[in-house]
């Protein structure tokens, strides 16, 4: 998810009936006003979900998998 352009209506649509366990919910250039106004990774989680992505999998996305990935 950026500031500039959004692709979660393509992305949800293509993992929405894939195993989540190892996909990472990122961010990828936000504009620093985006982060003040909107918010961080709860923006991005929040969008995830606007978009059809299931509560749980947005948040184990952004907190679990990336833990068990860098360790």
Not at 27 to 39: L, Q, R, T, W, Y
Request: proline share 4%.
């Amino acid at each position: 998810h950026r500031s500039i352009r959004s692709v979660f209506s393509v992305l949800v649509g293509l993992i929405r009936d894939i195993p989540k366990d190892y996909l990472l919910l990122v961010s990828d250039g936000i504009f620093a006003h985006d982060v003040v106004e909107k918010g961080y990774m709860d923006h991005v989680i929040s969008a995830a979900i606007g978009f059809g992505l299931d509560p749980a999998d947005a948040i184990r996305m952004s907190t679990i998998n990336p833990a068990r990935y860098f360790k």
